[in-house]
Nanobody
Framework: QVQLVESGGGLVQAGGSLRLSCAAS????????MGWFRQAPGKERELVAS????????DYVDSVKGRFTIARDNAKNTVYLQMNSLKPEDTAVYYC?????????????WGQGTQVTVSS
């Protein structure tokens, strides 16, 4: 089993920054990738950013490219999401998730979520 605990959400004005953290514990040695998802009210959950756990390569949804950066610290089993130039449309609950297999796109474990609110 894996436990994921997010922190770092909050209220920020447009143009501001926040850094989310997600600490993983339990069976993490066979992690393939970790990702940050978000879900706004009335919208579907979307994958915002993901990072390959071993190699460190990252992918982003177009709407956050150039503003958000995902990073990981393997020694601490922690993944971060640095969010800069925040916009009101970034308001959502953000979840971190862990993916075990490179053969399946499914994420297997989820954190409890952290609220990010960007005021205009």
């Amino acid at each position: 089993q894996v436990q994921l605990v997010e922190s770092g959400g909050g209220l920020v004005q447009a143009g501001g920054s926040l850094r989310l953290s997600c600490a993983a514990s339990g069976r993490t040695f066979d992690t393939y990738a970790m990702g940050w998802f978000r879900q706004a009210p009335g919208k579907e959950r979307e994958l915002v950013a993901s990072i390959h756990w071993s190699g460190g390569s990252a992918d982003y949804v177009d709407s956050v490219k150039g503003r958000f950066t995902i990073a990981r610290d393997n020694a601490k089993n922690t993944v971060y999401l640095q969010m800069n130039s925040l916009k009101p449309e970034d308001t959502a609950v953000y979840y971190c998730a862990l993916r075990r297999s490179r053969f399946s796109p499914d994420y297997n474990y989820w954190g409890q979520g952290t609220q990010v609110t960007v005021s205009s």
